[in-house]
């Protein structure tokens, strides 16, 4: 699923209808109706990766990964969901994609920590050195201990 219009430009459309049912009749493809395992599912196959690499490469604990990934749990914390998008080696775009079917925030470039995450993704370094960088910085890490 693509995403064609704006942000912006489906808000501007949404204020100028009269009725809902026409806006989401004539929008409904640019929903984001799927839901965080089935967008993980998508990510896996994008990046062509296995879930228990996915795992692995993120920090999280196997079971909750696995959780995660089955929609067990459907409402990971915001720092768990962005262990995955390092141990998926996601792009920042398929990272905020996720965030925000997670409901769990994108990354903002004027918050100092979400900065460093910014750049770390960008930089492509994995978790680990990405709480390295976090710590050094004095921020709060992503791996709690």
Not at 93 to 98: F, G, H, N, P
Request: proline letters at 1%.
């Amino acid at each position: 699923m693509d995403i064609k219009k704006t942000t912006d430009e489906l808000l501007k459309i949404l204020q100028n209808k009269e009725n809902i049912q026409d806006y989401i009749d004539e929008n409904s493809d640019e929903m984001l109706d799927v839901n965080l395992s089935e967008y993980l599912e998508q990510l896996l196959e994008k990046y062509k990766m296995s879930k228990n690499e996915a795992i692995k490469n993120s920090g999280l604990d196997q079971i909750y990964g696995y959780q995660i990934f089955s929609g067990v749990k459907s409402n990971p914390s915001r720092d768990k969901l962005i262990q995955l998008i390092f141990g998926m080696g996601l792009e920042l775009k398929d990272a905020q994609r996720l965030l925000r079917i997670g409901r769990a925030g994108e990354l903002y470039s004027r918050n100092r920590r979400d900065s460093i995450i910014i750049f770390a993704l960008n930089k492509k370094l994995d978790i680990d050195k990405c709480d390295d960088l976090l710590f050094e910085m004095n921020e709060k890490t992503i791996i709690s201990e």
